[in-house]
């Protein structure tokens, strides 16, 4: 594309004055935070403090894997999981597993949602 020529300027270009920094950022200063990050904010922190609760009662409730029932349940598993937005504090979204099955189930998602043990986020009406 040919573009016409700028057209002339009309008055001269102005020397203001010299550009300031704003910010207090030096060359070479020290960018490394003081205080460091917090893991957890305070409400998720009252959450995983409920979260463990529930977690000792339910192993103590369902003592034996719900998937193979022969191993002794070491796990609470979300079916709908905590990055499909899952509460982790409603016992109806826990299911009590052993380590093995447990792994199985984040091994072979997609034979583990055709078996029920994990719920896509996507299906509402398998959560309710
Ligand atoms: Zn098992």
């Known amino acids: 594309m040919k573009r016409s020529p700028m ?3 009309r008055s001269e270009l102005k020397q203001g004055k010299p550009l300031e920094r704003k910010t207090p950022l030096r060359a070479g ?19 995983y403090r409920l ?9 103590a409730e369902r003592p034996v894997c719900e998937r193979c029932q022969a191993a002794r349940s070491t796990d609470v598993h979300e079916p709908r999981m905590r990055s499909r937005g899952a509460d982790i ?21 997609a ?13 509402r009406e398998a959560a309710s």
């Open 29 to 47: 200063g020290n960018l490394e935070r003081r205080v460091p990050l917090k893991s957890r904010s305070k409400k998720q922190e009252a959450k």
């Open 89 to 109: 504090t409603d016992p109806k979204q826990c299911v009590c597993l052993c380590r093995d099955c447990h792994n199985w189930v984040h091994a072979n998602p």
């Open 7 to 9: 057209p002339p300027r």
């Open 111 to 123: 034979a583990a949602t055709a078996d029920g043990w994990l719920i896509a986020s996507w299906d």
């Open 51 to 59: 979260r463990r609760v529930l977690v000792a009662e339910l192993l």
